[in-house]
């Protein structure tokens, strides 16, 4: 059972790539769809196992690279922080299966897209049951593929294939630093595998590494690079711009991969090594302050989006903020909860936007789209319970969460917790206000959009209704389901695989602060949200309108509008030198220039001269002969009785120099022959 | 006296078979061969080759596995028997090549197996030479045989003038193997390899005057030897030689004194000069060198088969120099096996080009080759593969010597001699890989073509094993590893 659940997502994916034109889109969607609710089954079976009765288990399936005292394996860890992912992954990837078999319906390369679909969890489900490393690497970059796969899924859009490009291209960089980091960790524990790693933290932890000609504390360095992975992965400050570019994709893959699943392996990952970033604070103020950063710029570059899918893209932006912050002020269980709290409801907002764009024919700028209300009453429930449960409203799934990371931020008093309680105050006062502005402008108001759109609206059909209203029933109770099991206080239910050193667990201080402070999330959201719905409203509107022709407010616009300009600097300060770079030194005048003119071109043109003079000797003039062999034999004598002073001459390095000499010679008389010859 | 009839005939029992044989067929020759001039070759080549198949019998059951004898004259160990199974079996394929071959150039003359036989014998007794003046007498003996074979065609102005360069060339380096060995005489007083070994045993650079000289005179027999290998820079007559020569003669050219010479080559710098190793391991490091890229570079600008397939044979003499100037037991069973290779290789590739005669004539031109896909594409597959198997390609039985003398001669440390060798030996893949584009990759209509004479039994039964050699000797290759290891097991 626990090999099924990498097994059938790894058959559909077969099933539908290999056989895809045999079994048509709809055979192809049944079949993949099927096997994930199997898996999502025995995902269920297994969080019981494992969570609820509490009786992790590892399996070791294959030896993979056995040298030495290498050990790295294919092997399986199921625990709870396993189950609960397995869970969240395979539910959400089942519903978009689901969801994807009607609204891909038509494009006739179904098949593909299930087959994607299917691999990206299967890879997901390698990363989160790897046991070492190792191999959780390998579903790291195969979810990364995955994810460019599907980017790219309508590959003839040219902004397709730049997102992609671009979503390949930053995650590789934060690749590089989940390598070094895998590095690092080989060369101070000697494995890879989590179980020896975590068992030997707590007596390592005062190695020291060099790295770059410098000593640093070596968890610290570990959990940096660890964290540049995970930035890229989960989009934070810095590495982040590919995220918003993936909405590029099929809006399922928007909802499975860059809202709800892949985008989270970076908190996973974080919570993962917990064992080792307790043992580094460092590590962790690093990562509190990044996440605070990132789900504030998130939030405030969402306010002013007009693209449907770009807000909740930055929403996803802001919410990924929220949870890496939490486990940066070691609050790995409550970054996991709502992961899983914000899986349900973001993969609904993405399916409702989904819906939207299903029945406008496409169309996904909020400024043509207004008075959706009452055309398509059931996305837009959906959408207004999506929205209240990421804006934390009371009882729904993100209060649960939100609120009680935001808690402990303020219970942490240090600088990181302050300025993460802070940042995350304004983070959730804007995320109410777009969340609002979205249902106001899409669903509220006026039509705004051409009366052809209007024509052709339809309601969702049934297979994507059903994963909405699923989603919906997740979004409203999996918080107040989950919290006294996830987060509660002393809660048993993370066992070993989330470790939290009493000093760093302000859970309880939590429980005493003020309740003003308490209540002040909830207070800025109501505001929020009311400007949000105000603000937007077609009473407002022209009044708004004038303060953003005013200076500021134009220039406020803009820098938000063009989400902190990051792009424009990576573009003009990182982009445009790489790319003249490439072009003028790596490929103009290294590959094209030197390598070419004593490689290929060199080497072709050296030889056939040197064939031309061989042949020359060969003149068939028997005295000739005889006079080289003679001139052979000289040479030999020489060689042989003035030994001791050519020795210096016979060294293989010279030879190498003689080498180039002769071909650049040679090179130099083509040259002018052809010179001749232009000039006569 | 009497201890020459009681022992010493016993262990020259293939060669006294093999004179015997041949001084019959001559009489037969001389007595019956008016009327039936064109019977007669075939006869004798019939008669010859079974004289060879006995003496080839007569060699591997010989009870004497190690004897020296005629007065310290002549040697039989592992590498003699060795060597002088693989000469008969060269001789024996050079006969199987020649039954057409003789009839379609309408040469008529018996004296070719005759010729053919005496030179066989004189490779032999070459291999099997254990004193200056031994070896002298049967190089000799086998280049008379060898200037007479080169002309055989006397109307063909090419055949003639082979045999005449050849014949003069070859005085000039018998001249230089005279004067070698007379220096060492000088010098040492003795002519027997054995003693001149154990005189030189912990020779040093102690006495500076004498291992000069011994060195000269080193150096003179060496450019005797290789000349007569055609290792650059002494290889000038061979390309000119292989071509005028008639093409059974050229692949006994390429194979059987080869053979012969490298046994030499390691029974005197082996045995009687080992402790010279650091002068003359240059000397072979140099021409192995020279010979490779000379070899590889000079093929690249031929445009006549027998001509390339003559440079082709200048640079597998440098990769078995290699294998010389390792001066390792290793280095040896790499020669040994590069030997058994080569034949393989140059009677395969040899029984294509004579296969490829038109009604009009023999191909001399690589240009006939064009398209030979179409004509035959069972030959061009076979030829194609055995150009693969030259250039080294893995699964073939070429790649197998190659890389064994190659890692030989990296423990030798001999680095730069198996980095040049590999980079030559891919430059040589380039004219190898020409040829094969050549057979196939051309337009249909390009040349018109012109229908194959029909190839006969003898032929197709030495193309079809050779072939058979050269795709499956990787598979299991332990039984020539062996026989090599114990040929080179005797030298050391």
Redesign the interface.
């Known amino acids: 059972m626990y090999l099924c659940i990498l097994g059938l997502p790894l058959m559909g994916f077969i099933g539908a790539a290999g056989f895809g034109r045999f079994l048509g889109g709809r055979g192809a969607g049944v079949l993949t769809t099927s096997l994930l609710a199997l898996t999502f089954f025995f995902s269920c079976i297994v969080f019981y196992e494992v969570g609820i009765c509490g009786s992790s288990c590892t399996l070791s399936v294959s030896p993979w690279f056995l040298s030495e005292s290498w050990d790295a394996t294919w092997g399986l860890l199921f625990d709870p922080l396993t189950g609960t992912m397995c869970v969240v992954v395979t539910s959400v990837s089942t519903l978009v299966h689901l969801y994807s078999t009607s609204y891909m319906g038509e494009d006739p390369h179904l098949p593909r897209f299930m087959s994607y679909l299917s691999l990206f969890t299967f890879f997901m489900l390698i990363l989160i049951t790897g046991d070492n490393f190792l191999q959780m690497f390998v579903g790291w970059e195969g979810v990364g593929l995955a994810s460019y796969l599907l980017i790219n899924f309508w590959y003839t859009r040219l902004q397709a294939n730049k997102s992609a490009i671009k979503a390949m291209m930053m995650n590789r960089v934060g690749d590089f630093g989940l390598g070094l980091g895998i590095f690092a960790l080989y060369t101070i524990f000697g494995s890879v595998n989590f179980e020896s790693v975590f068992a030997c933290a707590p007596h390592l932890s005062d190695e020291k590494i060099v790295f770059f000609g410098t000593e640093f504390h070596a968890y610290t360095l570990i959990g940096i690079l660890l964290f540049v992975g995970a930035t890229g992965k989960s989009a934070q400050i810095g590495l982040h711009t590919w995220l918003p570019d993936a909405m590029e994709g099929p809006t399922p893959v928007s909802a499975l991969i860059h809202a709800a699943t892949m985008v989270t392996a970076g908190v996973f990952l974080i919570a993962r090594c917990s064992p080792l970033y307790e043992y580094a604070p460092d590590a962790l103020g690093v990562i509190a302050l990044a996440g605070g950063m990132t789900a504030f710029f998130a939030a405030t570059t969402g306010l002013v989006q007009n693209d449907l899918k770009r807000v909740i893209a930055y929403s996803t932006c802001s919410q990924l903020g929220y949870m890496v912050f939490a486990c940066g002020l070691s609050h790995y269980d409550l970054g996991v909860f709502h992961l899983a709290n914000h899986a349900f409801f973001k993969a609904l907002l993405f399916l409702g936007a989904g819906s939207v764009i299903h029945a406008m024919a496409g169309e996904q700028d909020m400024r043509r789209l207004g008075g959706l209300g009452q055309a398509l009453p059931f996305t837009n429930t959906m959408m207004l319970l999506g929205s209240l449960a990421l804006v934390g409203f009371p009882f729904l799934s993100g209060f649960y969460s939100k609120d009680a990371l935001l808690e402990v931020s303020y219970a942490h008093f240090t600088l990181s917790g302050d300025f993460t309680f802070i940042l995350g105050c304004g983070a959730a006062f804007c995320t109410s206000y777009y969340s609002f502005r979205l249902v106001s402008l899409t669903f509220l108001g006026e039509p705004k959009g051409p009366k052809k759109a209007y024509e052709g609206i339809h309601e969702a059909p049934f297979q994507m209704a059903i994963p909405l209203v699923i989603l919906g029933i997740g979004s409203l109770f999996s918080g107040f389901l989950g919290k006294e099991l996830m987060v509660g206080l002393g809660t048993p239910f993370w066992q070993n695989a989330i470790v939290n050193l009493p000093t760093h667990n302000t859970g309880l201080e939590a429980e005493y602060i003020d309740q003003s402070i308490k209540h002040l999330p909830f207070v800025l959201t109501c505001i929020g949200g009311f400007l949000g719905l105000f603000i937007n409203s077609p009473y407002l509107s022209p009044t708004v309108y004038k303060m953003k022709l005013t200076a500021l407010g134009l220039n406020l616009y803009t820098f938000l509008n063009r989400r902190w300009l990051f792009d424009k600097v990576y573009n003009d300060y990182i982009g445009a030198p790489a790319l003249n770079f490439g072009y003028n030194v790596s490929f103009k005048s290294i590959d094209k220039g030197v390598l070419e003119i004593l490689g290929p071109f060199g080497i072709t043109q050296g030889i056939r001269d040197l064939v031309n003079q061989i042949h020359k000797l060969q003149s068939g003039l028997i005295y000739h002969y005889a006079f080289v062999m003679l001139l052979g034999l000289t040479f030999l004598l020489t060689l042989l009785s003035l030994e001791n002073l050519i020795q210096v001459w016979v060294d293989p390095r010279l030879w190498f120099v003689f080498g180039l000499a002769f071909m650049s010679y040679f090179l130099a008389g083509e040259k002018t022959t052809d010179e001749e010859k232009v000039l006569g | 006296m009497f201890y020459l009839f009681e022992s010493d005939f016993l262990g020259l029992i293939p060669e006294t078979f093999l004179l015997l044989g041949l001084s019959t067929l001559l009489g037969y020759g001389v007595w019956y061969e008016k009327g039936r001039e064109s019977e007669m070759t075939s006869h004798q080549l019939w008669v010859g080759g079974l004289c060879l198949a006995f003496t080839f019998i007569l060699l591997c059951e010989s009870p004497l596995m190690n004897m020296i004898l005629c007065f310290n004259t002549l040697i039989i160990d592992g590498m003699s028997a060795y060597l002088k199974a693989l000469i008969l079996l060269s001789t024996l394929c050079i006969f199987g090549l020649s039954f057409s071959y003789l009839q379609q150039e309408r040469i008529k003359a018996f004296e070719y197996v005759i010729l053919l036989l005496l030179a066989t014998l004189s490779l032999m007794l070459m291999v099997s030479s254990y004193d200056f003046i031994s070896l002298y007498l049967a190089i000799e003996f086998q280049s008379l045989g060898l200037y007479v074979l080169a002309a055989l065609k006397r109307d063909n102005e090419y055949s003639t003038e082979a045999g005449?360069?050849y014949f003069?060339?070859g005085a000039?380096?018998s001249g230089?193997y005279l004067f070698g060995a007379s220096l060492i005489y000088g010098l040492t007083g003795t002519t027997n390899f054995e003693d001149l070994g154990i005189l030189f045993t912990g020779v040093g650079p102690t006495d500076l005057f004498t291992q000069?000289s011994v060195?000269?005179g080193l150096?003179?027999l060496s450019?005797a030897f290789l000349?007569k290998i055609s290792a650059?820079?002494?290889h000038?007559?061979s390309?000119?030689v292989y071509e005028g020569a008639p093409t059974v003669i050229t692949a006994f050219f390429s194979v059987a004194p080869k053979l012969a010479l490298f046994g030499v080559l390691i029974r005197v710098f082996y045995l009687g000069f080992f402790d010279f190793l650091f002068?003359w391991q240059?000397?072979f490091f140099?021409?192995s060198l020279?010979s490779m890229v000379?070899g590889s570079?000079?093929a690249?600008?031929q445009v006549k088969i027998k001509r390339l397939l003559a440079f082709s044979s200048i640079g597998h003499v440098g990769y078995m120099l290699i294998g010389l100037a390792t001066g390792s037991l290793q280095g040896l069973q790499g020669i040994f096996l590069y030997l058994l290779i080569y034949l393989v290789m140059t009677i395969n590739a040899f029984s294509v080009v004579l296969s490829l005669r038109t009604h009009e004539g023999e191909p001399r031109f690589l240009l006939d080759l064009k398209n030979l896909n179409l004509k035959s594409p069972i030959l061009a597959l076979t030829f194609s593969l055995t150009l693969f198997s030259m250039a080294g390609i893995p699964p073939l039985a070429g790649f197998l010597s190659k890389f064994y003398l190659f890692f030989a001669a990296l423990d030798a440390s001999l680095?730069?001699l198996a980095i040049l060798g590999v980079l030559s030996s891919v430059?040589s893949c380039f004219y190898y890989i020409s040829i094969i584009k050549l057979m196939y990759f051309h337009k249909a209509e390009e040349v018109q073509l012109k229908p194959l004479v029909g190839i006969d039994g003898q032929k197709g039964f030495l193309l079809g094993i050779t072939f058979f050699g050269i795709l499956f000797i990787f598979l299991y290759p332990s039984p020539f590893f062996l026989l090599s290891h114990a040929a080179a097991l005797s030298i050391s």
């Open positions: 005449l360069k003069v060339l000039f380096s230089f000069g060195v000269v150096l003179f450019v000349f650059a820079p002494f000038m007559w390309p000119d002068s240059q000397i140099f021409c020279a000379f570079f000079g690249l600008a680095y730069s430059i």
